[in-house]
């Protein structure tokens, strides 16, 4: 099943990109612009932060597979560091330790599942003997 994947991966990696791009280009702009995302309780803004970089960096999987995963989270946490630098400009916007926490737990939970999954892969994997 890990070198049916793998083939898959190798053959759409350029979709990957894409959509890693178009989805890092999304975060950005809803991160950057100077009136925040429409939130009608304090739970919302806090999953908006998670699940952005929840899934930006599960698609950074298949898109960059040969980064280290201590690399990934680096990049990851960076970008989010960054865009609450840039909120902190804004006058209608405020950068929070709450957002860089919740950014935080994203990229974390994300590396996790990575880690799992990437685990059981080889392990359930059969090997071939000599």
């Not at 709450?98 to 090997?127: H, K």
Request: charged share 10%; proline share 6%.
């Amino acid at each position: 099943m890990q070198h049916t994947l793998t083939r898959l991966w190798a053959r759409y990696r350029t979709v990957f990109k894409i959509a890693f791009f178009a989805l890092l280009a999304l975060g950005l702009y809803l991160g950057m612009r100077p009136t925040p995302a429409p939130a009608s309780y304090n739970w919302q803004a806090t999953f908006y932060h998670m699940a952005g970089l929840f899934s930006l960096t599960l698609l950074s999987y298949p898109a960059f597979p040969r980064w280290y995963w201590w690399i990934r989270g680096l990049l990851m946490f960076s970008m989010g560091v960054a865009i609450e630098y840039v909120q902190s400009f804004h006058p209608t916007r405020s950068a929070e330790w709450a957002d860089i926490l919740a950014n935080s737990s994203g990229i974390v939970a994300a590396l996790l599942l990575a880690g799992i999954c990437i685990f059981l892969s080889r392990r359930l994997t059969p090997r071939s003997r000599p």
